[in-house]
């Protein structure tokens, strides 16, 4: 079993290998649905690698956003590169560009991200035939229905373990648009569209503002509230590994170093101090409850102050462009 971890950052990079983390996944800058602070630019990438491999862990990249045709030259480009530089593996969501790295990388490990939405056994099918080795389960998937994949299908399967649950699809967003939607060009002629994570910005997360539901005049609802909350995965931890899934991943490129540190020790720690006991003893998650707790504190504290201020930056006028 495989624990993936999040790197915002090279320090993060550092503190994930340093904590345990198997593998690490990164995210080259305009092309992994987050703000760029938390992306990195190809020198930083080709450094991530280095660090990782020196410490025992895998490196993969996240290109995990939805492109067009004529950017699909550029992703082969930069997939030549990273793949000259022994990365371990690629996360995507979109299907064409799966299909065209697979075709040119054919041995390059691929995962079908959560932005694929994949929900049932045909899905996993698909995506398999297009050369995805590892799937992430959809975080409403039942344990029962990753067995029946498990069993049924020659695919890795990726389990989220600290993510959120969104009320429509996670990695799929298509309300932070509805606030603030900037179209500009990198440099190297990708598109970016900020306030929309598919095509290279970032989720606004305005599904986390106070919502009210009408019907024309007439207030039903004074407080709607659209399902992103944020969880920490410990009581199927047990039955995941028991059940032989082969990835369980961690998200979170936007928090802090220390706090990501402490996550991955806190899930490094449980993995192996579960595969440790003697067979069939039972195993008491209660202390591990209690130690989370502190951490998901500090994760709330985190995520609620990022919030704010993504739903002020959403707030802001879009500057207007020139016509010249």
């Known amino acids: 079993m495989e624990l993936l971890a999040p790197a915002g950052s090279l320090d993060m990079l550092r503190v994930a290998v340093e904590n345990g983390a198997d593998s690490i996944y990164v995210g080259p800058r305009g092309w992994s649905r987050r703000r760029d602070a938390f992306e990195l630019p190809d020198d930083a990438i080709r450094e991530s690698v280095r660090i990782a491999h020196a ?4 490196l ?57 939405n994949i929900l049932n056994n045909e899905d996993v099918r698909f995506y398999r035939s ?32 600290h993510s959120n649950k969104c009320y429509t699809y996670l990695g799929k967003c298509w309300m932070s648009p509805y606030h603030r939607l900037e179209r500009t060009v990198d440099p190297f002629g990708k598109d970016l569209f900020k306030g929309s ?9 305005v599904c986390l503002e106070s919502w009210e539901l009408y019907q024309g005049a007439q207030l039903l609802e004074p407080r709607v509230a659209l399902k992103n909350d944020a969880f920490f995965l410990v009581d199927d931890i047990p039955k995941l590994i028991d059940l032989g899934v082969h990835c369980l991943k961690i998200q ?7 706090l990501v540190g402490r996550i991955v020790r806190f899930y490094r720690e449980l993995i192996d101090s579960y595969r440790a006991r003697p067979q069939g003893e039972p195993f008491d998650l209660a202390p591990w409850k209690n130690r989370l ?3 998901q504190s500090w994760r709330d504290e985190e ?6 201020v993504l739903l002020a930056e959403a707030r802001q006028p879009v500057a207007a462009r020139s016509s010249g």
């Not at 410490?55 to 895998?58: E, L, N, P, T």
């Not at 994570?197 to 989720?203: A, T």
């Open 55 to 58: 410490g025992g862990a895998k």
């Open 60 to 116: 993969r990249i996240a290109v995990n956003t939805n492109m067009q045709s004529r950017e699909l030259p550029m992703l082969l480009e930069r997939m030549a590169t990273y793949v000259s530089w022994d990365v371990d593996g690629a996360i995507m969501t979109d299907v064409g560009a799966i299909a065209k790295v697979h075709e040119q990388f054919p041995f390059l490990t691929i995962h079908a991200s959560i932005g694929a």
């Open 130 to 161: 297009i050369g995805v080795r590892q799937v992430v389960a959809d975080t409403k998937l039942t344990l029962n229905e990753l067995a029946s994949r498990k069993s049924d299908i020659d695919v890795g399967i990726e389990v989220l373990i």
């Open 197 to 205: 994570p598919n095509r290279g910005g970032l989720d606004h997360r």
């Open 252 to 258: 979170g490129r936007e928090y802090s170093v220390p």
């Open 293 to 295: 707790s502190s951490i």
């Open 303 to 308: 995520r609620s102050q990022s919030t704010a």
